[in-house]
């Protein structure tokens, strides 16, 4: 559901003027539908999508493939409100996300990067990271979701156990499975 807000400024006594404000958006279910998509860099006039359509459905898993500069990046940037489009539009759950504030879009949707960031601070600081704020119940519910909950456990200080930069800390099999956890974990959303 998005709602609109209107509001009338005076730009003097004769004239009035209509300010249209971002709407909060509201993600329900997820479905991503691109709609004749154009877009280029800047001043370059060269596209990098003309005419792009695609329908994604929710919970829907896609992979990006293609050389580099074919636009992968720039794809998920686009769900993100990175960069606006040219032309067309970018549809979440039918809502064009042009017309919503960039920061209630982010707010609803995780992206869970290719290289996994690891921060000098403890296992619980690092699966905090995406939710500040988060409780220790929380934070354990994200890990037993990301089946984590048992291998943080067994560790000496268990979530208080410092990981290193890039995780440098951690070792053994379960440990490389487990950094790259890290990401989806910050994720999660009680």
């Known amino acids: ?9 005076r730009a003097s006594r004769s004239t009035s003027r209509i300010v249209r404000r971002p709407s909060r958006s509201e993600i329900t ?7 004749n998509v154009h877009f280029h860099y800047g001043n370059d006039g060269l596209p990098l999508y003309r005419d792009f359509s695609v329908s994604i459905k929710a919970g829907e898993r896609v992979g990006l ?16 409100r990175l960069y606006d489009v040219n032309g067309g ?4 759950d039918e809502q064009d996300i042009s017309k919503v504030t960039q920061a209630s879009l982010r707010s609803q949707i995780a992206i869970v990067q290719q290289e996994c960031l690891l921060f000098h601070r403890s296992l619980a600081e690092n699966i905090a990271y995406g939710q500040p704020g988060a ?26 156990t410092l990981v290193g930069e890039r995780g440098v800390k951690l070792s053994g099999g379960s440990a490389s499975g487990w950094r790259s956890r890290v990401p989806s974990l910050r994720t999660r959303r009680s």
């Open 1 to 9: 559901m998005i709602w609109r807000s209107w509001s009338i400024s």
């Open 29 to 35: 279910k997820g479905r991503i539908d691109f709609k």
């Open 65 to 80: 493939v293609g050389p580099s500069g074919s636009g992968k990046t720039t794809f998920v940037k686009f769900i993100q």
């Open 89 to 92: 539009r970018i549809q979440i």
């Open 135 to 160: 409780s220790q119940a929380e934070i354990e519910e994200a890990a037993q979701l990301a089946s984590a909950h048992e291998f943080i456990a067994r560790l000496p200080k268990g979530y208080g």
